[in-house]
Every structure is written in C-alpha cells, then in structure tokens.
C-alpha cells in the first residue's frame, strides 16, 4: 500500500505539470468511478484492521494534500486567465447597442438642467385646452386682432380647441399657485398651418415664468442672456428690442447676431443679420390680475420660445416631417 | 409696414442712412423684417414688421412719430383743411341711414363738387409707387396716400352714379353680389354689411369699393367718407372671401372713430389743391362719440417694471413727443390723456412701455434675479416622463415622437376630432400611440432596423371611453399621459423572441423604476393581456407592444425601493406540471407567488411539449423561491403542500411526480 501511495504521489507532481485543466486533473483523481485517489479509498474495506489503521489516515491526508494542490492550481490559472494579455490590441469591433432619448427631447432636457440650476420648477399643462387659458387671461380678448397671430385648431366642441402656445399653462400655474412662481414648460403646440419643409400643425414651445417681489426688466436680460450663454456659447452677442406680444407689457425680442453670416445677412438669417430666438417681457397686468395675483404688489417676466427650427439646425434635419416620423439613424 | 424713406423725410428731418433709420426702428418695436431696397427711383424702402397692436403704426406719420420722439427730432405734422366747408342744401344731400349699427362705430362724409380727375402729381405717384400702390387718378391717389400717410383708409364715389341720393348701410341678403373695382363679382352673405343706395350694394364698407359708382376720368362731383367699423366683422367677411388689401389691412385693426375726421381733412386739403372744386358738408353719423381715455402714470411703476428710475423731466419729454398730453402734475406721476390713434393702450404698464423702449431697451441694465428659489412644484409626471425615458434608453431602446394628428374616422366613437382641420389626414387625434408610432415600427422593419422603439406622449380621447385617470378633462374630451414601446422584430425573427424581448424590456424599466410585483392578466380570447400591480391597471401588453399609463407606473411606484435586506435563509421547490392550452402560465405563477409572503418569485425553468405529454397541453417546470429569516423545514414542507393545493385545486394543474 505504501509502494502504492508513493507511485500515485509521483505521478500526481508529474500530472499537475502535464494535465493544464484542473478539472480534468480532478477527475483523474476524484472521479467517483475511476478517480485513482478513489480507488485506493475503495480498497480500504478488505484491509486488515491494522492497516486500515495505518493506511486511513494516510489516504486520508493524500487525499487532502492533492485536492488543496489542485484547488491552488486551479486558482492559479484563474488569476492567470483574468491577467492574460492579448497581442493585437487594434481590432475594432461595432458599437454596443445603446438606446436615444429624441433630439427635440434631448434638447429639452438640457434647458431644463439650465432652469432648474437657477430654481425653476418643471410643469406641464393640457393640450386640448378653453379659450380662457389660451387666450383671455393671456389678455387676448375674443376678436382681438393678436388673434388672427395664431391660426387655431378647434375641437368639434363648442369652446375647445388646441392650445396654441404655451402660455395656456404659464395662465394654468398663475391661476392655480401662489407666488413667488419659477417654472419652465416644454410641449406639444398646434397650429392650422399646411405640412412644408418647414411647417407642421404642431411644433414644440419652451415656456418660462418668473414672478416675485421686485422682478424687473434688467433681470428679464440677465435671465436670458444667460441662457443663450448657455445654449450658444459665451461669446454670443444679443439684441434686445421692444416687441409687442398680448401677453406681456412690455414686451421683448431677443435675437442674436447670425453666426453664419456674423451679421452681415445670409439664407440662414433670412438676410436679416440677425437670428430671433425668443419673445419674452413683464407679464401683463390684466394677466396677473385675471390669474389673481396682485400686480401692485408681485411683477414678473415670463418668456417662450419655438424649439423645432433650433433642433433641425442642431442636428442638420433639413425637413422637419423627418424630425417627427422617420426612422433615424441613432 | 412699407416705409419709403423719403417718404418719412417729409415728416422728419433726418440725416441718418437707411441702415441707421432702420435700427432705431428696430430697436423701438418696429423690426426691418426684409432686405432694405432700392426703388426704381433710387430711394431706400424699408420693410419693417408690424405685430397687429399698434393700428397707428400701419401709417407713415406713425411710425415717424416714434422715429421722432427716439431721436430727439422734431414731428412735422401734414397741412389739413380746417377751414369749415360750404353747407350742402337739403335736395344735394346725401343722407346716410345705418341699419347695423353694431357694426358701425362712425360713417363721416363730405361733398366734394367740380373737381377735375386727372393724373396725379408726380411725387404723388413716386410715393406711392415706392411704397407700393399703383396710380389710378388723383381722387383715388390722393385717398390711398392719406390711408398710408395716416392709416385710415378713405373711399370715394361719383354721385353721378347713384341711382338715388342716399347711402344706406344694412347688412347683406343672402345671394346678392356685387362688382368690386377690379370687375370680381362677390358673393355677399348676411353676416356681411354692405354700402347701398337704391337697395343696390355699391361697396363693401371697410374692404373694398364697388364699380358701379367709382371715379373715372369724367367724374365731377364726389361723395367722400371715411368709415370706423366693427374690425372683427371686417376680419372674419375678408378671410370668407379671401380679400387682402391695404384697406382691410388697416380697418381689421382697432382704429378709433376720430381718425376719420382728420383723415377727411388732410384729403380735403388735398383735393382742393390738386383737384379743385369746393368741398361740401354732408352727414357724419356718429352716434356715440368717444371721449379721450385719460390714465395716471406713477414714476414708481416706471423703476418697479424697467429696475431703475427715471427722472421725470425725461418721461414728460418722450410722452409729449408722442402726443400724450399732461393733464395734470405731482410728484408721485402724471395724468395723461392718451393720444386717440393709440388704442393699443389698456394699463399704466403700456405707458411704462413706451417711457422704456423709447430709452432703446439696449441701454438697460442686465442683473440677475436675487430673489431665492421658491418652492420646486415640478409635476411628478413630469419626473416620471424623464424616468422612464432615462430607463427604456439604458436598456437599448430609441426614443421617437410622432404627429399626434391622425385621420378622422368615424367609427370610432371615443375619437377626438377636429373642426377646422386643413387636410384629412390630420383631422382628428389620435386615441393610441401605436396608431402614429405604428408607422415608424413598419419603416424600421422594412430598412431591417430591429430593436424596441418607444414613444412618451399623449393620447386624447371623448370621456367615457377611455382610462378614468385622465389628467384634465373638459366636458366630454380628456387626454392622457402614456408610455408605447414597439419591439421591431428582425427579418424572419421568431414571434416567441420578439415578446420575450419585449417582456425583458418591460421587465427591465420596472426594475429600473423599482416597480414591484407586476403580473399579467389576460382576458379570454383577448389578443391583449392587462399588466397590473394588485388591483392596478399599469397598462396593456400585445405579441409586439406595450403601453403603460404615466399616472398609473407614478401610483405603482410607491413602495420604497429595499436595497438592503435582512438575513434570510432561502430554498427552492420544483413543480411539474402539465397545463392545458387555455391556461395562462403568468396567471398561475402570479397566483402562486401572491399565495404565501415567504415565496419571493415563482420562475418558469422550462416550457415543453413531447411524446409524454398528452396532446393540448404544455408541460411547465416551475421554480418556487422561498425566503424567511429562519427558514425551516416546516415551513418548506407547509409550502409545498399549500402550492400543490392551490394548482390543483384552483387551477386543476396535473401535477407530475
């Protein structure tokens, strides 16, 4: 028996230099049926009692010995495996599939991180909406001729219709909350315009509204100069010029000077030099009053924008039929 | 606004380029919209864009006003006639009757009597050539130069031509028509007025005059008004006859009824020069004459919307120039009577515009807001919006938005439509994502795109129809807020795979958005099955979509996420079983895993038909986690006993030893 032990001991150290699947190893070894190791367990029963007394414990420990000395080798070739270089590091393979938010929302969400850095909260409001919070308490009574600035869609129901602004929530928020008020809205506006390249019955508005103690004129600028800061680099450079809006007194535009043409007039600017980004200005006075906040005592600017065409230009997508409805190119 | 600089320079006196002019327009609320041209008599146009408020700016004197006042120059005012005309006899009168006066606010005319028509002088036509109106004859000229030198447009006819010495201003019968100036017969309707005399329509007050009594070169003796209408009458006949023009321009704004007698007099005026003849009275109807508007001006309001005080030496000077008159002084402000040609002002705010934009907004200061931040409101929908995005994109999915306009169809009867659609297929909205997201799914299959696409919008549909939880609702039309993913199979993509995919996906956001014990409900012979936590309805699932309601996955999520959890001792219990086709496999391991707390997931190992399986049915192996701190063999053997129970007895599930 101890020829025996001696013989597999030896041929174990040369197996586990030969043998490089430790699990092959194992089974060598420890396989129920024909491991070597269980063999000579499985002569044990017809041993005298006296050798079973000398040779227990001894298989006993061999067969300790041998199953840690795999264990080790089998660890060894683990950290062997994970450490394993590969010679040509230059192959290139196809990128893993990631999923995309839509450019107009993307685009959304990035305004969104600006506004809500300087403490605007993030609202929505319904898109089938009444004429009272898309037009009269935006200070637009029925058949004034602001009006006819926005073609309506109406619902097949007596004083419904699709919003045509986002103002219809800055009307929903001033009439539900209590000042001070700072939030932004994105979503869905609808227009009875016919489908072009340029034109669809709904576009995407950018809405904000800002009102508190002491809201001035100068922090309108401030706000919005920042926020083209923001969108179109620091080294922007904006005009701002009295607009007309119904909603607003005083009213507002913001352009900035045409990056193309750097002013001096092109297709892009539509020869003007410069680019209309937004309108904006103090919110009306009738507005405050009708959402029932006192205008002597809260002032406030609000502003909204057209999101579709600074997408395209963002992106290159020269139809805007193709931004909401074709397969894209992720 | 067509603003002819030379034209302008007869008002004001300005040295500057027309680049310069134009900024200052620009910047005082009048926008060079267009290229600045040059007309074929060498002089700069300008093409300034007007916002509908300012009816004033729609003249040349108007805009020169503001133009003066900015630049610190003086206004030159046109000559009008004021000397009072020759009192018509009773028989040469021409009495004017209204019959809708709502519609009418003042009809002022006069009598003109041997005049000569002729060609027009030459800086006339060049005018309003430049500005873009073709000459006619001198009458006509000198009424479309006061229209765009005032804004109010004029209108004159040959009495020679009236049947019967009258104009009666009534509304239109139905089916009467009548010839305009360029030989276009219109048809009238009775929500039209028109001009009559002898029950006949000779002009369609406000829009556009008739043939049958227009000036012509043998005209001697003319009857002259300038009218103030109802301007959303004016609109609304425009549009239903498609006409544009100067004058409709002009009286679908909210001009006031006194512009009419100074247009008339600085016409006179001209008529008299360049015509001749002698001018006569005739009746101005004006029942209700309006009286100016008076308003107080606090200089605190001007610092509290503009940040910074102005001195009130200033805001005296810049609203005298544009005609405000002061009636009376404090130190706090100023009550002012508003020019009547400014009936765009409604508040003290107004003024307060015209004080800061006549300052060039340029020179105001920038400073950002000190107030602190109030209380964040933002929606919860709108958290869960962005949330579910963020999650279908983590795991691969693309997002698109879609036209929510889709065409009517008048079988369904939940469908939202619309009145006033431009084309057919955008006349109603649609009542399910998947009818406009479908279209880019079918695209994708075709250009073979495989992969989940999803779409976060609103559907919109009559109540009653659809979902309760509608976020607002007015009378019978709600909208909704919801979630679409369509897996887009690959070509020749096995059915099963694509659902599994799609289920993986939706498995995928519920995790992500740690929305727990979520199952699947499917009504018989239904090709949708519900997906539902407890009693809530989270949303419907087909072969290749699901959708999911915002508002719902905002309920569902209200478990607090457990990211930590006790030690427990854990095993597993395996159950074949054989169950017919008709049986839904979620509901029974939904049934299984509601069955006892201390069972934490029941998985499907293994789905399988063979030669041991009779035919029909399914054979299903069943993994049943177990979980409780101090799992013991009792509470095993309870388990196994009570799932065995609950499959055969409430499902009647063989079960297979």
């Known amino acids: 028996m101890d020829q025996k032990i001696k013989t597999l001991k030896e041929q174990f150290k040369k197996d586990i230099q030969e043998i490089q699947d430790p699990d092959a190893l194992y089974l060598k070894y420890f396989s129920k049926s024909k491991g070597l190791v269980t063999q000579l367990l499985k002569g044990l029963p017809g041993l005298s009692i006296d050798e079973k007394r000398e040779f227990g414990p001894k298989l006993n420990q061999l067969q300790q010995d041998l199953k840690q000395k795999i264990e080790v080798t089998q660890k060894e070739k683990e950290s062997e495996t994970a450490n394993e270089t590969l010679d040509d590091l230059t192959i290139p393979y196809s990128a893993k599939k990631t999923g995309h938010i839509h450019p107009t929302n993307a685009f959304i969400k990035e305004m969104n991180k600006f506004f809500t850095y300087y403490g605007f909260s993030i609202v929505e409001g319904p898109e089938i909406e009444t004429a009272e919070y898309n037009f009269r308490k935006l200070n637009l009574p029925e058949n004034h001729p602001a009006t006819d600035l926005q073609d309506t869609l109406f619902i097949k129901s007596p004083g419904l219709l699709l919003r045509t602004h986002t103002s219809s929530v800055e009307a929903r928020i001033l009439t539900d909350y209590d000042p001070p008020i700072r939030v932004v809205n994105a979503g869905k506006v609808y227009r009875n315009e016919t489908q072009s390249k340029t034109n669809t019955a709904f576009f995407h508005h950018y809405q904000g509204v800002f009102v508190d103690k002491g809201v001035t004129l100068q922090h309108l600028k401030a706000t919005l100069t920042r926020f083209h800061q923001f969108l179109f680099g620091d080294d922007v450079e904006l005009r701002f010029r009295y607009k007309y809006y119904p909603e607003v007194s005083p009213g507002m535009g913001v352009d900035m000077k045409c990056s193309f043409c750097n002013g001096a007039g092109c297709d892009v600017c539509k020869q003007r030099g410069w680019i209309e980004v937004l309108g904006s200005g103090m919110i009306h006075y009738n507005t405050l009053k009708m959402c029932e906040i006192d205008p002597e005592v809260y002032t406030g600017f609000a502003f909204g924008m057209g999101l579709d065409r600074l997408v395209m230009q963002k992106y290159g997508i020269d139809d805007i039929r193709k931004l909401y409805g074709s397969v894209f190119d992720y | 606004m067509v603003l002819p600089i030379e034209w302008l320079k007869e008002y004001v006196n300005t040295n500057k380029s027309a680049e310069e002019i134009a900024e200052t327009f620009t910047a005082l609320g009048l926008m060079l919209d267009k290229p600045i041209e040059e007309s074929t008599f060498g002089n700069a146009v300008l093409d300034l864009e007007h916002r509908m408020d300012r009816a004033d700016w729609l003249s040349i004197l108007g805009c020169a006003r503001d133009f003066a006042a900015m630049e610190g120059l003086e206004l030159k005012t046109p000559e009008r006639e004021i000397k009072k005309p020759t009192p018509i006899t009773k028989n040469e009168q021409i009495p004017v009757t209204v019959n809708c006066p709502e519609l009418v606010s003042r009809f002022n005319t006069r009598i003109i009597k041997d005049i000569k028509v002729e060609e027009s002088p030459k800086w006339m036509q060049q005018r309003l050539q430049e500005y873009g109106i073709p000459a006619i004859n001198n009458i006509v000229d000198i009424t479309n130069y006061v229209m765009v030198e005032y804004g109010q447009p004029l209108h004159a006819q040959d009495i020679a031509k009236f049947e019967k010495r009258e104009i009666v201003i009534r509304k239109a019968k139905e089916d009467e028509t009548l010839t305009t100036l360029d030989g276009t017969v219109i048809k009238l309707t009775p929500k039209m007025f028109v001009l009559t005399q002898n029950d006949k329509p000779i002009t369609l007050g406000g829009i556009v005059g008739g043939k049958e009594t227009a000036v012509t070169n043998e005209t001697t003796d003319i009857v002259l008004d300038a009218g103030n209408y109802n301007q959303a009458n004016i609109r609304h006949t425009a549009r239903a006859l498609s006409i544009r023009n100067e004058t409709v ?34 009746q101005d109807w004006y029942p209700a004459p309006q009286e100016p508007q008076t308003m107080q001006l606090r200089y605190k309001r001007i610092e509290k919307i503009g940040g910074e005080a102005v001195k009130p030496s200033v805001v005296k000077d810049l609203l005298q120039k544009i005609d405000y008159e002061i009636l009376e002084e404090s130190k ?6 508003i020019p009547y040609f400014r009936t765009d002002v409604l ?21 950002m807001p000190p107030q602190a931040p109030p209380k964040n409101i933002t929606f919860k929908e709108h958290k869960m919006k962005q949330a579910v995005r963020e999650a279908l994109t983590k795991i691969g999915a693309d997002e698109y938005v879609t036209n929510p306009l889709v065409a009517a169809d008048l079988e369904k009867e939940d469908q939202v439509r619309l009145e006033n659609a431009l084309s057919k297929e955008q006349s109603a909205l649609r009542a399910d994502i998947k009818e406009t997201l479908g279209k880019v799914a079918k695209e994708a299959f075709k250009q073979g795109k495989p992969g989940l696409i999803f779409e976060v919008g609103r559907v919109y549909y009559k109540k009653g129809a659809g979902a309760k939880k509608a976020e607002k609702a007015f009378k019978d039309y709600a909208e909704a807020r919801k979630v679409t993913a369509i897996q887009v199979p690959s070509k020749g993509g096995y059915l099963k795979e694509v659902h599994k995919n799609l289920k993986t996906a939706l498995a995928g956001l519920f995790s992500e958005l740690e929305i727990k014990d979520f199952y699947f409900e499917q009504p018989k012979d239904s090709e949708k099955a519900f997906i539902k936590q407890e009693n809530l309805k989270l949303g419907t699932i087909e072969t290749t979509s699901f959708s999911l309601d915002i508002e719902a996955l905002i309920e569902a999520q209200k478990t607090p996420p457990k990211i930590i959890r006790e030690h427990t001792n854990s095993s597993t219990l395996d159950f074949s079983l054989v169950v017919s086709k008709e049986q839904r496999i979620g509901e029974i391991t939904h049934a299984i895993e509601i069955l006892d707390e201390r069972i934490k997931e029941c998985k499907i190992l293994e789905e399988y038909t063979g030669e041991e399986i009779e035919k029909g049915s399914r054979g299903v192996l069943l993994e049943v986690l177990i979980s409780a701190v101090d799992l013991t063999g009792d509470d095993i053997q309870e388990i196994q006993e009570a799932v065995t129970k609950k499959l055969e007895k409430t499902h009647g599930v063989k079960i297979r030893k």
């Open chain 2, 347 to 367: 508040v003290e705010d107004d003024i307060v515009s015209d004080v800061l934009r006549l300052q060039n907004y340029e020179n105001i200061k920038t400073i």
């Open chain 2, 249 to 282: 321009l002009r009286s679908e704004k909210f001009l006031h009824p006194k512009l009419t007698q100074v247009a008339l007099e600085r016409a006179i005026k001209l008529i008299l020069e360049i015509a001749g003849g002698e001018c006569y009275t005739n």
């Open chain 2, 332 to 337: 706090e402000g100023l009550k002012l009577q």
